[in-house]
């Protein structure tokens, strides 16, 4: 069931490529990236949590939606998608050994 949100999602997204954001600060400390593709600029603000991403920095490398260059992020995946696709790959991996031993013990017993 995970895999097969994880795929719909991907499929949804797109590729996201990486591309180089500037960063602007505001006099109210605030940010904001800004960047070219797609024949266009495009802008958002930045959350306190990314921070890290750009802190005491002009440019940044981030990623843009190849499918809607509007959308930014700073990390190639999703932590939430990525982590629901290892689990999801454990799962079926278990599942598979299982039938298989089940299948083993079936012949043997």
Request: hydrophobic share 50%; aromatic share 8%.
């Amino acid at each position: 069931m995970s895999v097969t949100i994880v795929l719909l999602v991907k499929v949804h997204d797109g590729p996201w490529l990486p591309h180089e954001v500037i960063i602007v600060e505001e006099e109210d400390g605030r940010a904001r990236a800004r960047w070219f593709t797609a024949g266009d600029f495009w802008e958002r603000p930045l959350r306190a949590e990314e921070s890290v991403h750009w802190r005491g920095r002009e440019d940044a490398d981030a990623f843009i939606s190849a499918r809607h260059p509007r959308l930014m992020r700073f990390e190639p995946r999703r932590p939430l998608l990525h982590a629901l696709q290892v689990l999801g790959i454990t799962l079926a991996g278990v599942g598979a050994a299982a039938v298989a031993v089940s299948i083993i013990l079936l012949f043997v017993g």
